[in-house]
């Protein structure tokens, strides 16, 4: 069993729609919670990090992070064809030298 | 506008002929990362320096070695690629190890392909 499952998609879903993205993990230990977007054939962008549980907007995303049930989400609101992209979500433990652990990401098609 | 760069963003080898990649930055991060991505899977970390400080993850293949000449440059060494070994090269970067706000910030990538 990996340590971070994601369901890798394609996730295909209508312009202005909301995306709904979610990560599953085994470990308790981890402490703070990322969602990086990557296009095709670039590196990962930082989209929102968060730190144990609860939520955090930022404009259109929406992270929620639920320790109890391992459980974290990314919803994006009002979806535009530009959020086409792969979400990889990735977990640390705040004093292990900062080592991520990635899910496989998700890929998300959003049609005009 | 600071950055994490990465050269070439597409390399081609052969089988077992050595080759080296390349990332700079221009964050004056002291933590530099070496991570490994096949299609459709996480990256993998291989490697990081905490300045000077190397550290190697335990399943890092003894192919892959590394090199920090200064902060701001950091090189991947594949000593004998085989096919395997054909991925997206990603170097990362940040500010520091033990603080949760000392995200990760990546640079393009390198595509490696071994012939």
């Known amino acids: 069993q990996k340590e971070v499952e994601q369901d890798p998609g394609p996730l295909s879903v209508p312009e202005g729609a909301i995306v709904s993205l979610n990560c599953t993990y085994s470990?308790?230990?981890?402490?703070?919670f990322m969602w990086y977007r990557q296009y095709s054939r670039k590196g990962p962008e930082l989209l929102m990090y968060?730190?144990?549980?609860g939520n955090k907007e930022d404009g259109r995303f929406t992270a929620q992070v639920d320790k109890s049930s391992k459980y974290i989400s990314l919803f994006i609101r009002d979806s535009q064809p530009s959020d086409s992209a792969t979400y990889l979500c990735?977990?640390?433990?705040?004093?292990?030298?900062?080592?991520?652990?990635f899910g496989g990401g998700t890929r998300v098609l959003v049609k005009p | 506008d600071a950055m994490v760069i990465q050269n070439p963003r597409y390399q081609v080898t052969q089988f077992g002929k050595p080759v080296t990649l390349s990332c700079s930055q221009t964050?004056?991060?002291?933590?530099m990362y070496w991570y490994q991505q096949k299609s459709s899977q996480a990256p993998k970390l291989l490697f990081h320096?905490?300045?000077?400080?190397?550290?190697n993850e335990a399943d890092t293949p003894d192919n892959f070695q590394s090199r920090r000449p200064n902060t701001s440059f950091c090189f991947l060494d594949i000593r004998s690629p085989g096919l395997g070994d054909a991925a997206m090269y990603l170097c990362?970067?940040?500010?520091?190890?033990?603080?949760?706000?000392?995200?990760?910030?990546f640079g393009p990538g390198t595509r490696l392909t071994v012939l």
């Open positions: 990362a970067t940040s500010r520091g190890l033990t603080s949760v706000a000392d995200t990760q910030y």
């Open positions: 470990n308790s230990a981890f402490q703070y």
């Open positions: 968060t730190y144990s549980s």
């Open positions: 990735a977990m640390g433990f705040g004093a292990a030298g900062n080592k991520l652990t």
């Open positions: 964050l004056n991060h002291n933590v």
């Open positions: 320096y905490y300045d000077k400080d190397f550290n």
